[in-house]
């Protein structure tokens, strides 16, 4: 993030605060992801929104960051009220909160499920309360797109794998729910990413599609599913996280992200093209990327959960290839913008930091077992 | 093979070899910049390597870390790359792949194959049909169940 940042300390815009900001909610992520305890994730789960919020208010590009920050922080703050009701609940009923020692609190109300649960999924984002997520891409600075891509959602699906273990009773009568409307939402979702014109746009689209996914996998309640969603939110992040880097370099170049603009880039910058290539088929999950381990799996974990799922998933597929494979055609070949004057070369910065993205993400499907089934 | 036939014929072949040990040779050219420093017969030691520092500050490509000072750019550059890449990727790869079994889980995989392996030889089946010992299964009653539907 403080690779993709460069233009903040060249034109020193409060470069000191930014670093701050940064790392500040590096240490709140640490702590979210570390806790053992249910209060104390809650904590942290709700802590991360004031340094996002000051990172897209303060660094975003366009005036309609404001608006952004309001869906941001209203769509995760109204779900997350629950959740705490959800916690005080498991407390009165279960005496502790901790991870390890949680089972069946006894609590035989389905509101509880839905406090539970709504607000990792506004934060994950299911496809009806997604509208906070391009928004929130589109006008935040590179570095808050991608600790947003890469790891803030995951918080959502983390935080559902470690709650439904104790939902279990209410997951196999209601969990049909948000399977069809992640399925059906995600197919939707990357017909919407086939008209998109803005190319950030377009990539915080494609996550809400792979979200849709992961969140059908974890609500199997099956192991694979959870080891399949597990995967695939590792390679979603690093995938979406290395797409928005190429997005920002090509905006940093040409000053637009709208894709009539960027086009042709193999003839402007065509050491670029071979990330392009790499991350967009790695979205897409053609071989040998994580995000195939992860699709496998959890394609394995909903058709065992039921079989009409394939006519969803079937469509889901295509559908990805076909906008990923557009986007990367009509980015990279043909003739590019004439209104560009300049165009300046690849650094060697934004080439590490991209290959540091693709890296993981093509190498991590060699070590299957201990990625998967690390649960 | 062309190139071959072409090459044998030999004009274009004795020039190329002239012109390669000739360093004398004069190469008339209307383009001032380059014949200064290429054509000169014995150049020096020092007003290569001044020449060459000169050329390199004035071309300088920053690697993308500082577009001002050229120290801070490379010092940035050098010390990104040996974070990541020579302490966490080779060296966080090193300690990945030789770490020791975290939780036993290739040894009982191991375990699990050879006692396979065993039962196999013996003709046994896979799994004992009563790895549990069937009177300590306690199972509700068919008043407990109820309507409770079983799914196996």
Redesign the interface.
Known sequence: ML?AR?SVF?SSYFSEFFLFMVLFLMIILFCSFGSVDLFSFYLFFEGRLVPTLFLILGWGYQPERLQAGIYLILYTLFASLPLLVGVIGVYNSSGLLCFFFLSDPCLSRVFFYFCMVFAFLVRIPLFLVHLWLPKAHVEAPISGSMILAGVLLKLGGYGLIRVMVFLVNFSFNLNFFWISISLLGGFLVRLVCLRQTDLKSLVAYSSVAHIGIVVCGIMTVNYWGFCGSYVLMIAHGLCSSGLFCLVNIVYERTGSRSLLVNRGLMCLIPRMSIWWFLLRSCNMAAPPSLNLLGEVVLFRSLVSWSWLTILMLGGLSFFGAAYTLYIYSYSQHGSFYSGIYSCS?F????F?LVF?HW?PLNLLILFR?VVS?WL | MAGVVRMVQGSVFRRSITLSYGKNVRIISTSKKNRETVSVAEPTDKSETTESTIVSKKNWVSYGYDFKRQEDDTNAMHSTFFFSITLCIVFGGFVFTYYPDVLLRDWAQREAYLELRRREAQGLPPIDRNLIDPQKIVLPSDEELADTDIII
């Not at chain 1, 650094?347 to 934004?350: H, K, L, N, P, S």
């Open positions: 690779l460069e060249r070369i650094y060697v910065r934004e590490l540091l890296f077992d089934f």
